[in-house]
């Protein structure tokens, strides 16, 4: 099968091989974050020129259908013109000042009005996702007096040293360090568990219940490709937290404003004691928050022993850009309108898969979904890392040669935002059936 006559052939051409190789001189792998070097789908890093609504212009001039939406802010689509205009009109009175505003406080309510966990809560703002859990770690661990932390295997929660362990298969294991530079006293008292077992979750406590501070959890992993979590999952974290004193963070960098207004609390109806936001509340600015139950948020400096600060934090460029998104979002919920197009863009290319005789499984949550090349269902990191990691590599390539731009590893999510329509869902579906042809070939 041949391409559509539309699709634009998105693979890095010699502008961005020649910008790739400036940057690799000047920029340690000639990027500012790792996944950025396409490196895990053997190309050569892609360069973006300018965004618009559900596409990226690349620096060769080549329009692709993006779903990596910059890796989750961009629901609205690319340089919504509310959104580009409330920012204009904060810098006009100001870049930065490190002192209060109005627009943080308005802000600030709006979040807790939103999100299940703010409600009747307390929220503070930060820069960056990784900032947001570091410090709702450390509040926890302030607040209780404990130190370990549980998260899961393959849960992404930034690049802090806490955060940064990674564990054998199988049952609990106490952390290891994920990268070098990490300490094994900064993981010591991280223990790591598969996502969706309950029963090793139960076991940690059994092991060291008074002794934990927090179970940090994406209540659906995002960051091993989309894996929603089993029934009752959720639900069980949250009653092994209150019967064990243990504070329960859900991290919903990427999940919150993403799966519905109220995150994947809403979305679940399973209320956490503090939640990690940022990706969407920054409306593609740099911004995190961190907050929940009045009497934890209690803790933080200037009110308790608790310290947390920083420079930027409440900026009022961020704070524009989060709180015109929200606003946007909150004035006509889109999310019904996002479960049907992502619906239909995974039952095409399941379908897709299945004429070229590829196995192939679309797992999504809501707007958030991973082609995974398995014939199983995927259920934790281990299964993700199971699957075919090479033929997605190749399916890759072939959609960024037909126009449409997938997250560049087979351990993420892809985002649909409101900008994508049926264009763009049939020409990710032609791109689709042209991939898997070229695939079996
Ligand atoms: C992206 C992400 C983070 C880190 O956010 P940054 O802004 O990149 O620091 C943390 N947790 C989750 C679930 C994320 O998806």
Redesign the pocket.
Known sequence: MSAAPSVTRGTPGPRSNALAERAAKVIPGGVN?PVRAFRSVGEPPLFVAAGRGAYLETADGAEVVDYIGS??PAILGHAHPNVVDAVARAAARGLSFGASTAAEVAFAERLCRLHPALEGGMVRLVN??????MSALRLARGATGRNKIVKMDG?????ADALLAAAGSGAATLGLPGSAGVPEGAVADTVVVPYNDAAALEDVFERFGDEIAAIIV?PVA??MGCIPPEPGYLEGMRSLCDRNGAVLVF?????GFRLALGGAAERFGVRPDLV?L??IAGGGM?L?AYGGRRDLMAHLAPEGPVYQAGTLSGNPLAVAAGDTTLEILAADPPYEALRRTTERLAEGIETAAREAGIAVRVQRCESMWTVFFTDRPVRNYADAKATDTDAFARFHRAMLARGVLLPPSAFEACFVSVAHGDTEVERTLEAARGAFTEMTS
């Not at 991290?251 to 999940?255: G, K, N, Q, R, S």
């Open positions: 974050s890796w989750g960056s996702g990784t900032e947001a859990t849960g992404y929660h930034g690049h994406e995002g960051n991290d919903e960098v990427m999940t990690c940022g990706k740099p995190g």
